[in-house]
């Protein structure tokens, strides 16, 4: 019984063995490479891919978003050398400050103890250039703004060196973007510290100061437009209510210098949707986003 037991395992053994086709050796190693598709022109040698600068990960497939702005030094808004990069551009290392700009202005506290606004603005003819990132309106001396008083119990005086706009608006109100937002950058006389006002525009009424400039805007690389007949009050680009937002910030563009005492109108600006859309055409998202406050407080004073 037991003989005949291993007699029938042994031959069902054998009809396996015949049945199943013996392995056909290769004595040709496989091309560890034959497998691998190396991405953005990576080179694979032993099964594994070598990536060209800016490029990594097994197929060379994870782009570095910051190898274009580390190559050339220049920051803009898209993808490469954008926002997040700006602080690994040679010098900009403010970027990563903790006072940064813009921010979301939100649960500001009532505050009119702070000074005025007193504008003094003069009739300037303008230069308009479109610097690669921004359209400037480059000022003549002779604007400024009163602001308080320093601890010397001197006007503190800021003068108007140019305004520029951003689209979609850099700051944001509860979480909002407005569609376009100038900044007119004033800097202290008397040391290195700016005031930056904000304006915000909506759709809404005509604006003749915007209107007035609408069919000279250059374009990146367009040379600068200069008109000597052209001749405007810089500060009319405010709102007529001087009330603000205000809290320490920086410079939105690298640097990112954290000097700026910034001044965002709580009341918005009107112009029409043809009126901004001059604008947003040409500057194409040329906003950085908002930054932690950190535990800054934002005021909003009433005047
Ligand atoms: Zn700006």
Redesign the pocket.
């Given at each position: 019984m037991k003989k005949h037991h291993i007699l029938f395992t042994l031959t069902a053994l054998l009809s396996l063995a015949l049945l199943v086709p013996a392995c056909k050796e290769d004595d040709t190693p496989a091309d560890p490479c034959a497998t691998v598709t190396c991405q953005n022109g990576g080179i694979c040698a032993d099964g594994s891919c070598f990536c060209p600068d800016g490029f990594s990960g097994p197929n060379c497939e994870v782009e570095d978003p910051c190898h274009e702005a580390n190559e050339t030094g220049e920051w803009g808004y898209d993808h490469a050398g954008g926002p997040a990069c700006w602080s690994m551009v040679c010098g900009h290392g403010d970027c990563l400050g903790d006072r940064q700009s813009p921010v979301n202005i939100v649960n500001a506290v009532l505050n009119s103890s702070l000074p005025e606004l007193v504008l003094n603005g003069n009739e300037t003819t303008t230069k308009i250039i479109h610097n690669g990132h921004?359209i400037e309106f480059e000022q003549e001396p002779g604007s400024y703004i009163d602001y308080g008083e320093t601890e010397n119990g001197l006007l503190n005086q800021f003068t108007l060196g140019q305004f520029?706009f951003?689209a979609k608006s850099?700051h944001q109100v509860d979480g909002g973007h407005a569609p376009l937002e100038a900044?007119l950058v004033c800097r202290n006389v008397w040391k290195n510290e700016y005031l930056v006002i904000g304006v915000m525009f909506e759709e809404g009424a005509s604006n003749p100061f915007l209107a007035q400039f609408v069919d000279h805007l250059p374009t990146a690389g367009a040379p600068p437009f200069e008109e000597e007949d052209l001749v405007y009050n810089p500060f009319e680009l405010l709102p007529d209510n001087h009330s603000y937002f205000s809290y320490s910030g920086s410079l939105?563009?690298p640097p990112c210098s954290e000097v700026v005492h910034w001044v965002v109108m709580e009341n918005k600006v009107q112009a029409t949707a043809a009126e901004i859309a001059a604008f947003t055409n040409i500057l194409h998202d040329n906003y950085r986003p908002v930054q932690p406050l950190n535990g800054r407080v934002i005021t909003l004073v009433h005047h």
């Open positions: 921004t520029h951003h850099e900044h939105t563009t």
